[in-house]
């Protein structure tokens, strides 16, 4: 069984920052790429940032250039520096993991992590 556990999130106020990490545990070989998605009340959940083995980055729109996304392959673990945040990024946030070669049944999988809540308040 793999499992994704987020920690870092919270609250914020606008302008602050947070950083967030999802860890991969279980048993596999490997994990194509991992993301970050995040769903606010009343909205469908939405791409934040994904990152690929060769750390080749894609970011929404709306946080280009605040969020960061980053990756430690040895330690399975995906990082998402948040800064400059405002109001419109409260949100749940996921972790994604795409591409899981699971060792039990060598197949790929997306695997989702159970969510971590960031509030952007004053």
């Known amino acids: 069984q793999v499992q994704l556990v987020e920690s870092g999130g919270g609250l914020v106020q606008p302008g602050g920052s947070l950083r967030l990490s999802c860890a991969a545990s279980?048993?596999?070989?490997?994990?194509?790429?991992m993301g970050w998605y995040r769903q606010a009340p009343g909205k469908q959940r939405e791409l934040v940032a994904t990152?690929?083995?060769?750390?080749?980055?894609n970011y929404a729109a709306s946080v280009k250039g605040r969020f960061t996304i980053s990756r430690d392959t040895a330690k399975n673990t995906v990082y998402l520096q948040m800064n400059s945040l405002n109001f419109e990024d409260t949100a749940v946030y996921y972790c994604n993991a795409i591409g899981v070669r699971v060792i039990a049944t060598n197949r790929y999988l997306d695997i989702w992590g159970q969510g971590t809540l960031v509030t952007v308040s004053s």
């Open positions: 990152i690929t083995n060769n750390t080749f980055t």
């Open positions: 279980g048993s596999f070989f490997s994990i194509n790429a």
